[in-house]
């Protein structure tokens, strides 16, 4: 029955952690993209940019659920990356998402190779998929019987990844 499950039913069902690796430098065609023409432009952020997320984050972390997610990255950040981390966590933070980084410029990388994907309750995991220019494909829901390998990979990503604003203090621009 797992295949028939979606990502959407893993984040309305999840009872205590939603966690979230990220590994891809560009995420462009893949979310807002008028927002992301928007800083590309040098325009100040909307006042109502990531409003439904925000307010969906919210709605978990007001019932003591977490919702974090480590990026791993390298310096020089990319554009994206720049609006990512200084539009998108600064802004997804009001709602009570966690953030990391896990930054691999001058380190070796413990997670190459791994996917991006969610983790619920270190039970389910939705592996996101990606086209070659990183236009988001959809999320393929695994059996739980895989979760181990993730719970192992959210355990190395936190172990090696500090808080967002102690990385951005230091690297933010």
């Known amino acids: 029955m797992a295949s028939s499950r979606t990502l959407g039913d893993l984040f309305d069902s999840f009872e205590r952690e939603a966690f979230r690796l990220e590994t891809l430098d560009d995420y462009s065609r893949s979310g807002n993209t008028n927002a992301y023409e928007l ?4 325009e100040p952020q909307p006042d109502d940019y990531n409003a439904e997320w925000v307010a969906e984050l919210r709605s978990h972390t007001s019932q003591g659920k977490r919702v974090c ?4 990255l390298a310096r020089p950040l990319t554009e994206y990356l720049r609006f990512e981390l200084g539009w998108g966590y600064r802004k997804n933070m009001t709602g009570g998402e ?3 980084i896990l930054d691999v410029t001058d ?3 413990p997670l190459a190779e791994v996917p991006d994907f969610w983790l619920f309750d270190s039970a389910d995991t939705a592996v996101m998929e990606y086209d070659e220019h990183g236009a988001f494909r959809g999320a393929k829901v695994l059996p739980v019987t895989e979760s181990e390998r ?8 936190l172990a090696h990844s500090e808080p967002f604003t102690d990385w951005w203090a230091k690297h933010g621009e």
């Open 39 to 42: 800083f590309q432009a040098g």
């Open 69 to 72: 997610r480590v990026h791993v």
């Open 98 to 100: 966690e953030f990391f």
């Open 107 to 109: 380190a070796p990388n």
């Open 150 to 157: 993730f719970v192992g990979y959210r355990r190395t990503a």
